[in-house]
Structures are given as C-alpha cells and as structure tokens.
Nanobody, 116 residues
Framework: QVQLVESGGGLVQAGGSLRLSCAAS????????MGWYRQAPGKQREQVAT???????NYLDSVKGRFTISRDNAKNTVYLQMNSLKPEDTAVYYC??????????WGQGTQVTVSS
C-alpha cells in the first residue's frame, strides 16, 4: 500500500499562483509514476499532469505552459506549480500514484479555488 498526503490548496485570484505538494509513503517501490487529477463540480475527473520515475511528463492541453509538475525522489514528493491560474482551474485536485499508466493510489484531495 501507498499513502498519499496532499497540501497547498487554497483560494487565489485569477492570474495568481499556487503550489501543490504530495508526499508518498509506504511501499513506494511499487510505484513508478505520480501525478495530479482534478474534478470540478458537475464534471468528470480529468488528468492534469503526470511524471514518471524517469522524469517523463505529460500535461492536459489546457494547462500546458502554466502548470509544471516535478518530483523530489529523496523526499518521495511530487509538486504541481500552478501559475496564471484561471477560474476554470477551480476544482478538487487529487494526487495519484501507481505503475504507469495505471494509477491505483489516491490522496484525499485538496480544494483549489480561483476567483475572477
């Protein structure tokens, strides 16, 4: 089992920035990829960004150029730097981990609210 603990959500004005963090613990050798999904009210959960142990990244088209995913392997932590935030980025953001491309472990979610 892998446990994921997120932090860093909050309320920000449009154009602002936030950084999400997700610390993994437990059987971390069973995972080779981590990432972030989000779910807005009334919408399906969507993949925002992922990163493999090898450093390969993938982004949702609507966040390319604004969001950056990174990881600190020594701390078993993944980050999502979110810049130029828009109201449509408002959602609950979930950290995820697993064996790429299957993500079987999930965090509890952290709310990101962007006001216009």
């Amino acid at each position: 089992q892998v446990q994921l603990v997120e932090s860093g959500g909050g309320l920000v004005q449009a154009g602002g920035s936030l950084r999400l963090s997700c610390a993994a613990s437990g059987n971390i050798f069973s995972i080779d990829a981590m990432g972030w999904y989000r779910q807005a009210p009334g919408k399906q959960r969507e993949q925002v960004a992922t990163i493999t142990n090898g450093g390969n990244t993938n982004y949702l088209d609507s966040v390319k150029g604004r969001f950056t995913i990174s990881r600190d392997n020594a701390k078993n932590t993944v980050y999502l730097q979110m810049n130029s935030l828009k109201p449509e980025d408002t959602a609950v953001y979930y950290c995820t981990a697993g064996k790429w491309p299957l993500y079987e472990y999930w965090g509890q979610g952290t709310q990101v609210t962007v006001s216009s």
